[in-house]
């Protein structure tokens, strides 16, 4: 069964710090792997989706990284601002059992402090 | 491009009622999802629709949950009756493909409180 997990649960930075976000899941045979943004009682927006295949993406301050063999990924954020403070989710697309199923971790909260 | 539309943004309701949330997925997305958020947990697959068929609907609780996409495009998630533990964000996702390759586009969700 495959299972993701974030750390920290909780994250506090002053503003201009760069910070690593952890993820890690129990099976290694994914499709792909997506973080995503979630503001307090909004939606998710998808930041970064990396394919199995890939190694990294990036998009402006964000860097995405994924390693299958050690099950890891990490979100690297640049010159933290307060804008950036939110819930950050990653999630597997798995191989096999359904399809669509991602299976997400529990989230990062991230405050950003001015 | 116009993201996934959900409505309403918020329901109260009282246990034992009835409710229902709508949702329009981007256009050409043939693949459509509904998730449950309980507060604190990652969102929770309940359902996954391939145009107007059911692909996956394993982690729906039958007995109370029932959805349907008419017509393959847009999509109502219902619950009848409402029990306190459903109070959650219903997520609604879509996909232009079926394996979800190209990733997933969430909805703004409806949070549900049954009081």
């Known amino acids: 069964k495959q299972e993701v997990t974030q750390i920290p649960a909780a994250l506090s930075v002053p503003e201009g710090e760069n910070l690593v976000l952890n993820c890690s899941f129990t099976?290694?045979?994914?499709?792909?792997l997506q973080w995503f943004r979630q503001d307090p009682g909004k939606g998710l927006t998808s930041l970064l989706l990396?394919?199995?295949?890939?190694r990294e993406q990036t998009s402006g301050r964000l860097n995405a990284s994924l390693d299958k063999s050690s099950g890891r990924s990490t979100l690297y954020i640049a010159a933290s601002q307060p804008g950036d403070s939110a819930t950050y989710l990653c999630?597997?697309?798995?191989?096999?059992?359904?399809?669509?199923?991602?299976?997400f971790g529990k989230g990062t909260k991230l405050s950003v402090k001015p | 491009e116009a993201g996934v539309a959900q409505s309403p943004r918020y329901k109260i309701i009282e246990k034992r009622q009835s409710v229902a949330f709508w949702c329009n997925p981007i256009?050409?997305?043939?693949?459509l999802y509904w998730y449950q958020q309980i507060l604190g947990q990652g969102p929770k697959l309940l359902i996954q629709?391939?145009?107007?068929?059911?692909?996956?609907d394993s982690q729906l609780p039958k007995d109370r949950f029932s959805a349907e996409r008419l017509k393959g495009v847009d999509s109502t998630l219902k619950i009848q009756p409402a029990k306190l533990e459903d109070s959650a964000v219903y997520l609604c996702?879509?996909?232009?493909?079926?394996?979800?390759?190209?990733?997933?586009?969430f909805g703004s969700g409806t949070r549900l409180t049954v009081v």
């Open positions: 996702a879509s996909s232009i493909s079926t394996g979800g390759y190209y990733g997933y586009t």
């Open positions: 099976d290694s045979a994914i499709y792909n």
């Open positions: 990396i394919q199995s295949s890939q």
């Open positions: 999630a597997v697309r798995r191989y096999g059992g359904s399809q669509g199923n991602l299976i």
């Open positions: 256009s050409g997305h043939a693949t």
């Open positions: 629709f391939q145009n107007n068929g059911v692909v996956d």
